[in-house]
C-alpha cells in the first residue's frame, strides 16, 4: 500500500473509492489534492480545506471525493503527483505546501483548474497575470509566511535582546529561499546581531545543521517557513530543547509541539478558504474570474511551559498580544 492511501480520510472520511465503485459514481467530481510535505503534518489543514468544501455545500463521499498525494519531503517528487492527478482526470486539484507544489501543478496541466496556497508571490512564480484577474486555470490563496521572517527575527530579539548571535535554520530547495535569506540579513542589520544561517533540507541533516549552531555558538533559533520543517516539527523542538535555546518559528504546529513562540498566517483560515474556491469552481466559477485572496489572519502563540524551561520571561506587553498561550 502506498504512503498516501494510509490516510483514512479527511474528518473520517474515505480519501479514494475504488475503482469499481468510482465508475459507479461517474458523476461525483473528484478534488485532488498534492502536498510537499507528510501525511501527519497537514491533518489538520486538510480538515479545513474540506470544510470550505463543505461550507458550500460539498461532502466527501457524498457528492464529491477527494484524493490525497504527499511528497513525504521529496520536492523532486511533485511533478509525478501532478501528473498522476492529471492522468486520474481529476476535477480540480488543490496544490500546497510551499512554492513548488503550485508550480508543479501548472507544469503538469493548462486545462484542469487549480487552486494553491502558499507563501509566495504568485506572479513572480508565474502561476497567475495578477491577483485581481489570475487568467488562466491557476488561483488560490497567498500569505505572508515568507515576507514575515524579518519580523520575526525582530520579535525573537525583543525576547532575547542579548542575543547576539542568532542562528537561522533554512532549505536551500525552498522556491523562496534567496528572498528568505535577503530579508533576513538585513533586518539583522538593523537590529545589530550576527545571523549563523545553515541550511538543511530534509531530517537526516538537522543533526549536522545543530551541530553547526553549537560550533557558531548560537544563543538563539529562527527556524524559516518550509513545509520541510512543518512536517519535522518535533524533531526540530526537540533539537532545540536539548541546547535550551530560546526559539521561534513561522507556525503554531511547533509551539503546540514544545516550541518557544510561533508567529504566522492561520493556515487552516487559508486552507478553509482554499476550499471555498474549489467548491466555487465545481459549482462553474472559472479560476481565470476569481482573485488571489490575500490571507489576512495572523497568530502568534507562546508556550508559557517552554518559556518556565528556558528560565526566560516573555514582556508582559509581549504576551499582551498573544493570540494564544500554552501553559
Same mark, same amino acid.
Given at each position: 500500500?502506498?504512503?498516501?492511501?494510509? *490516510?483514512? &480520510?479527511?474528518?473520517?472520511?474515505?480519501?479514494?473509492?475504488?475503482?469499481?465503485?468510482?465508475?459507479?459514481?461517474?458523476?461525483?467530481?473528484?478534488?485532488?489534492?498534492?502536498?510537499? &510535505?507528510?501525511?501527519?503534518?497537514?491533518?489538520?489543514?486538510?480538515? @479545513?480545506?474540506?470544510?470550505?468544501?463543505?461550507?458550500?455545500?460539498?461532502?466527501?463521499?457524498?457528492?464529491?471525493?477527494?484524493?490525497?498525494?504527499? #511528497?513525504?519531503?521529496?520536492?523532486?517528487?511533485?511533478?509525478?503527483?501532478?501528473?498522476?492527478?492529471?492522468?486520474?482526470?481529476?476535477?480540480?486539484?488543490?496544490? $500546497?505546501?510551499?512554492?513548488?507544489?503550485?508550480? @508543479?501543478?501548472?507544469?503538469?496541466?493548462?486545462?484542469?483548474?487549480?487552486?494553491?496556497?502558499?507563501?509566495?508571490?504568485?506572479?513572480?512564480?508565474?502561476?497567475?497575470?495578477?491577483?485581481?484577474?489570475?487568467? &488562466?486555470?491557476?488561483?488560490?490563496?497567498?500569505?505572508?509566511?515568507?515576507?514575515?521572517?524579518?519580523?520575526?527575527?525582530?520579535?525573537?530579539? %525583543?525576547?532575547?535582546?542579548?542575543?547576539?548571535? *542568532?542562528?537561522?535554520?533554512?532549505?536551500?530547495?525552498?522556491? $523562496?529561499?534567496?528572498?528568505?535569506?535577503?530579508?533576513?540579513?538585513? $533586518?539583522?542589520?538593523?537590529?545589530?546581531?550576527?545571523?549563523?544561517?545553515?541550511?538543511?533540507?530534509?531530517?537526516?541533516? +538537522?543533526?549536522?545543521? +545543530?551541530?553547526?549552531?553549537?560550533?557558531?555558538? *548560537?544563543?538563539?533559533?529562527?527556524?524559516?517557513?518550509?513545509?520541510? +520543517?512543518?512536517?519535522?516539527?518535533? #524533531?526540530?523542538?526537540?533539537?532545540?530543547?536539548?541546547?535550551?535555546?530560546?526559539?521561534?518559528?513561522?507556525?503554531?504546529?511547533?509551539?503546540?509541539?514544545?516550541?518557544?513562540? $510561533?508567529?504566522?498566517?492561520? +493556515?487552516?483560515?487559508?486552507?478553509?478558504? @482554499? &476550499?471555498?474556491?474549489?467548491?466555487?469552481?465545481?459549482?462553474?466559477?472559472?479560476?481565470?474570474?476569481?482573485?488571489?485572496?490575500?490571507?489576512?489572519?495572523? %497568530?502568534?502563540?507562546?508556550?508559557?511551559?517552554?518559556?518556565? #524551561?528556558?528560565?526566560? #520571561?516573555?514582556?508582559?506587553?509581549?504576551?499582551?498580544?498573544?493570540?494564544?498561550? *500554552?501553559?
Amino acid at each position: 500500500m502506498r504512503r498516501r492511501d494510509l *490516510i483514512a &480520510g479527511i474528518a473520517g472520511l474515505p480519501v479514494a473509492w475504488p475503482l469499481a465503485v468510482r465508475a459507479q459514481q461517474s458523476v461525483m467530481p473528484v478534488v485532488g489534492t498534492m502536498q510537499s &510535505g507528510v501525511p501527519d503534518a497537514y491533518a489538520v489543514r486538510l480538515r @479545513a480545506f474540506a470544510q470550505g468544501l463543505g461550507d458550500l455545500g460539498f461532502v466527501n463521499g457524498k457528492n464529491v471525493t477527494i484524493e490525497q498525494r504527499f #511528497a513525504d519531503d521529496q520536492y523532486d517528487r511533485l511533478p509525478e503527483l501532478a501528473a498522476d492527478l492529471v492522468r486520474s482526470q481529476v476535477s480540480v486539484i488543490f496544490a $500546497s505546501g510551499g512554492g513548488l507544489a503550485p508550480q @508543479a501543478a501548472k507544469a503538469a496541466t493548462a486545462t484542469i483548474p487549480i487552486v494553491f496556497t502558499g507563501g509566495l508571490d504568485p506572479i513572480k512564480a508565474g502561476l497567475v497575470a495578477s491577483l485581481n484577474r489570475p487568467g &488562466g486555470n491557476v488561483t488560490g490563496v497567498t500569505f505572508l509566511t515568507n515576507a514575515l521572517e524579518a519580523k520575526r527575527l525582530g520579535l525573537l530579539h %525583543e525576547l532575547v535582546p542579548q542575543a547576539g548571535v *542568532i542562528g537561522v535554520l533554512l532549505n536551500p530547495k525552498n522556491a $523562496s529561499a534567496e528572498t528568505q535569506r535577503r530579508d533576513l540579513r538585513k $533586518s539583522a542589520g538593523t537590529l545589530d546581531v550576527e545571523l549563523q544561517i545553515v541550511q538543511a533540507s530534509g531530517e537526516d541533516e +538537522f543533526d549536522r545543521a +545543530f551541530a553547526e549552531f553549537d560550533q557558531a555558538g *548560537i544563543r538563539a533559533l529562527l527556524v524559516a517557513s518550509d513545509a520541510v +520543517f512543518t512536517g519535522n516539527a518535533e #524533531a526540530i523542538v526537540a533539537q532545540a530543547a536539548r541546547r535550551k535555546l530560546p526559539a521561534i518559528y513561522f507556525v503554531r504546529d511547533f509551539a503546540v509541539a514544545g516550541g518557544l513562540v $510561533s508567529y504566522g498566517t492561520s +493556515f487552516a483560515d487559508a486552507y478553509r478558504q @482554499a &476550499g471555498i474556491y474549489a467548491a466555487r469552481i465545481l459549482k462553474g466559477d472559472k479560476p481565470a474570474d476569481l482573485p488571489v485572496v490575500q490571507s489576512s489572519k495572523f %497568530e502568534f502563540v507562546v508556550n508559557l511551559k517552554t518559556a518556565k #524551561a528556558l528560565g526566560l #520571561a516573555i514582556p508582559p506587553a509581549l504576551l499582551a498580544t498573544a493570540d494564544e498561550v *500554552i501553559e
